[in-house]
Each structure stands twice: as structure tokens, then as C-alpha cells.
């Protein structure tokens, strides 16, 4: 089945993004990344070092461009303008690389993100090159309003950043995908294997996580299960559910044909 997913104009075969934060060391972060599947990594260019600190371990010693689409992302910015200017920075550090991550969160709390400040970040960086997948609220009017700018994708919580409380609200999820016309990719709130999969059945182009995997009791178990959910709910949503019914006023199995039972 040819069903990839297009960003950018950028074809993958994997639909689960995934981040590298959290994880205990390096060899964890790689083999589960490995067992994942993604192919897109997303990177906080404010806690991770990629070359900005020579004197540390770079997470590009074992998560190398050569194999991955790397996805800067800006973490920790509050502000328009710092996120802008860590993006700036990722794009000077990867060598002209233009896709990116953008979020901009309103509290150090609840991690929601701020949209006011999004926009404002958004329109700077893509007048400057940059392809933005954003971050922001399930709000179908601010998803409507980022596409115009031009992000390339769109990426609403699910529920709150690592609280791993799955989808909140689905109906939402669905406005989203019936007004914008660029990828649809749930990022934040995932907790399991299910909630996945409830994204992907609902329609959405693809599944962002970091904490559901990395705060796992068994972060490349979960990895494992993460792709199986993805998989899982592309099929069945391209599959097409039967509709849900109170009753079924015909039985599973045909009963034209069947043999008489003889009388005594």
C-alpha cells in the first residue's frame, strides 16, 4: 500500500514523529528511536546540544541527518521572538536546514501553547524561508489562520504537554481536518498505544510524541507498541468503519438458504 505521508513535499513512510528528550542516556534515546520507526526526530535546540556546546556529546553522534529528518524545535520559548531566534540558530548549526518545529508556550505550568505569540513567530519565519509545522491549540479558526500564513503542517494537543491524558476532544480534531488542507499531526497529551491509534482512526495524518515513550517503565517496549498504534489506526481509518448503531436489525451471519430444521 502506497500511503505515505507528504510534508513539504517531503514523502515519509512513517507517520509517528518522535522527540529525544527525557530518556535516561544516549543509548536509550537511540534504541528507541530505532524500534520507533520515525523518521522524524524532533530536537529542542534549548536543551539538546547539536553542535553549539563542542565540548559535550552531540545527539547528532547517534541520531545522524544522513539517516533522519531532523526537526528543530523551540522548546522553552515563551516569546515570539526567542523562538525565532533559536530557529535562526538551528538553521545556522544544520546548515541551511529549513524545517522546522515552532512552538511558543504560555506558562511554564499547563505548557499551553500561546497563540498570539505563535502567529506573530509564524509569519516571521516562513517571510524568511523557514517551513514551519506549528504547534498550537485545537481551535480550528487559529489552524485555519497558521495554514494561511503558510506552515506546512499543523500540530494540535491532543491534551496538555506529558500528561499523557490521551484525546480530549475529538470533535475538535475533526473541525481542524476539515478546514485546513496541509498534514493534521496530534502532538502532545498521548499516553499509550490507544490514544495513537484514536488519532490516526479519527483521520489525523500523523502522531508527535516524546513523554508517552520516554517516561515508559520500558521506553523501546512502548516504542514498539507506538508504531504498532499508528499502523494500526492508518489502516482502519482507511479501511472504513462500520457505523455505530444502537441495535443491529439484521443478523452477522445471512439467514437466506439456511436448511429448515425438520420437524418430529
Known amino acids: 500500500m502506497n500511503d505515505k505521508l507528504i510534508i513539504a513535499g517531503k514523502s515519509y513512510s512513517s507517520r509517528l514523529l518522535v522527540g529525544t528528550g527525557k530518556y535516561k542516556d544516549f543509548a536509550e534515546t537511540k534504541a528507541a528511536i530505532e524500534t520507533s520507526g520515525a523518521?522524524?526526530?524532533?530536537?529542542?535546540?534549548?536543551?539538546?546540544?547539536?553542535?553549539?556546546?563542542?565540548?559535550?556529546?552531540?545527539l547528532l553522534e547517534i541520531l545522524p541527518p544522513s539517516k533522519y529528518t531532523l526537526l528543530p524545535n523551540t522548546a522553552?520559548?515563551?516569546?515570539?521572538?526567542?523562538?525565532?531566534?533559536?530557529?535562526?540558530?538551528?538553521r545556522e548549526l544544520l546548515d541551511g536546514h529549513s524545517l522546522v518545529k515552532l512552538e511558543v508556550l504560555g506558562d511554564p505550568q499547563s505548557l499551553y501553547p500561546n497563540v498570539i505569540e505563535t502567529i506573530a513567530a509564524a509569519k516571521?519565519?516562513?517571510?524568511?524561508?523557514?517551513?514551519?509545522?506549528?504547534y498550537t491549540s485545537d481551535d480550528p479558526i487559529v489552524a485555519k489562520q497558521l495554514e494561511d500564513i503558510g506552515c506546512v503542517a499543523i500540530m494540535p494537543l491532543?491534551?496538555?504537554?506529558?500528561?499523557?491524558?490521551?484525546i480530549l476532544n475529538p470533535w475538535n480534531l475533526q473541525l481542524i481536518m476539515e478546514r485546513v488542507q496541509v498534514p493534521v499531526i496530534v502532538d502532545a497529551g498521548v499516553g499509550t498505544a490507544s490514544d495513537a491509534a484514536i488519532a490516526m482512526e479519527l483521520g489525523c495524518h500523523g502522531v508527535l510524541m516524546n513523554t508517552a515513550i520516554a517516561a515508559a517503565k520500558n521506553p523501546v517496549l512502548?516504542?514498539?507498541?507506538?508504531k504498532k498504534g499508528v499502523e494500526a489506526g492508518r489502516e482502519a481509518f482507511l479501511a472504513g468503519r462500520m457505523p455505530k448503531k444502537l441495535y443491529s436489525a439484521s443478523p452477522s451471519s445471512p439467514t437466506a438458504g439456511i436448511i429448515a430444521s425438520a420437524r418430529s
Open 39 to 58: 523518521e522524524i526526530i524532533t530536537i529542542a535546540i534549548r536543551r539538546s546540544n547539536i553542535g553549539q556546546n563542542p565540548d559535550e556529546p552531540s
Open 76 to 90: 522553552g520559548c515563551y516569546t515570539a521572538d526567542d523562538a525565532v531566534r533559536t530557529l535562526r540558530l538551528a
Open 124 to 134: 516571521t519565519l516562513v517571510a524568511e524561508g523557514f517551513q514551519v509545522m506549528v
Open 158 to 166: 491532543a491534551s496538555l504537554i506529558g500528561s499523557g491524558m490521551g
Open 222 to 226: 512502548m516504542a514498539s507498541a507506538m
